[in-house]
């Protein structure tokens, strides 16, 4: 089993920036994938972005492309999802995912095993 316990979400204002983190627990995460994940209230949850725990290589989605940033710190069994320059459209409850043996390719929730709780995102315009 891996833990995941997200934290860093709130509000901002349009424009502004927000670093989630997300500490991991439980497994040894070489032959994982981590991912971030995103759900507005009536919507599907969708991909924001996943990062190779090993390689560090990352792949993220069209709509966050040049504003955020996926990282791993592997000493301290965590990621991060940098966000800068939000948008209203950016508000959700953003999630953290984990995959064994994934690829950062895999973009449907259904992909990934383990999830954290969520933390929202408000962004006033």
């Known amino acids: 089993q891996v833990q995941l316990v997200e934290s860093g979400g709130g509000l901002v204002q349009a424009g502004g920036s927000l670093r989630l983190s997300c500490a991991a627990s439980?497994?040894?995460?070489?032959?994982?994938?981590m991912a971030w994940f995103r759900q507005a209230p009536g919507k599907e949850r969708d991909f924001v972005a996943a990062i190779n725990w090993s390689t560090g290589n990352t792949n993220s989605a069209e709509s966050v492309k040049g504003r955020f940033t996926m990282s791993r710190d592997t000493a301290k069994n965590t990621v991060y999802l940098q966000m800068n320059s939000l948008k209203p459209e950016d508000a959700a409850v953003y999630y953290c995912?984990?995959?064994?043996?994934?690829?950062?390719?895999?973009?449907?929730?259904?992909?990934?095993?383990?999830w954290g709780q969520g933390t929202q995102i408000t962004v006033s315009s």
């Open positions: 995912a984990a995959r064994q043996y994934g690829r950062i390719w895999n973009r449907r929730a259904n992909d990934y095993e383990y």
């Open positions: 439980g497994r040894t995460l070489n032959n994982y994938v």
